[in-house]
């Protein structure tokens, strides 16, 4: 087994194993990142983080304590208890896809439009996000040379 995939197996026992005995909350993991909820006060969540980097010593949790925080490229944001989803853009990667002239087949170019439509409607948890979406979408195929 490789290193990366050594690493990998071991964050997902010893985190799945940890928050597993220690929690009943939401959690999801992909790889090496992790999200869940939380209900208790923060100082408990901040010394449940503590103790849990000292479990094992090749694993140390970084973590994001807020009501909105980025999970692979979703945008998930926590108002008075309610989840709502959006996309999360990185801030390097805005407002560019490949150029409409670039010298690409075209099923390349409609591809773009197709999967960029349905993210905007898989993550998008309400309408006026999806309609934000839809015109930042709009205006990033624009900006890059795609017709109206």
Same mark, same amino acid.
């Given at each position: 087994?490789?290193?990366?995939?050594?690493?990998?197996?071991?964050?997902?026992?010893? !985190?799945?194993?940890?928050?597993?005995?220690?929690?009943?909350?939401?959690?999801?993991?992909?790889?090496?990142?992790?999200?869940?909820?939380?209900?208790?006060?923060?100082? =408990?969540? =901040?010394? +449940?983080?503590?103790?849990?980097?000292?479990?094992?010593?090749?694993?140390?949790?970084?973590?994001?304590?807020?009501?909105?925080?980025? +999970?692979?490229?979703?945008?998930?944001?926590?108002?008075?208890?309610?989840? +709502? !989803?959006?996309?999360?853009?990185?801030?390097?990667?805005?407002?560019?896809?490949?150029?409409?002239?670039?010298?690409?087949?075209?099923?390349?170019?409609?591809?773009?439009?197709?999967?960029?439509?349905?993210?905007?409607?898989?993550?998008?948890?309400? +309408?006026?996000?999806?309609?934000?979406?839809? =015109?930042?979408?709009?205006?990033?195929?624009?900006?890059?040379?795609?017709?109206?």
């Amino acid at each position: 087994m490789n290193k990366q995939k050594q690493a990998n197996f071991l964050a997902g026992k010893c !985190t799945t194993k940890i928050f597993q005995q220690f929690l009943k909350y939401d959690l999801h993991r992909y790889i090496d990142d992790t999200f869940m909820t939380w209900n208790k006060s923060e100082d =408990r969540l =901040r010394q +449940f983080l503590a103790d849990a980097n000292t479990w094992h010593p090749n694993i140390k949790l970084g973590y994001t304590i807020g009501k909105s925080l980025p +999970f692979l490229d979703v945008l998930l944001t926590n108002d008075n208890g309610q989840l +709502f !989803t959006s996309i999360f853009h990185k801030p390097a990667a805005e407002p560019y896809v490949i150029p409409f002239i670039s010298d690409h087949p075209r099923h390349v170019f409609n591809n773009i439009v197709k999967t960029s439509l349905q993210r905007a409607i898989r993550y998008s948890s309400t +309408f006026e996000t999806f309609n934000y979406e839809r =015109r930042q979408i709009k205006l990033t195929l624009l900006y890059n040379g795609y017709g109206s």
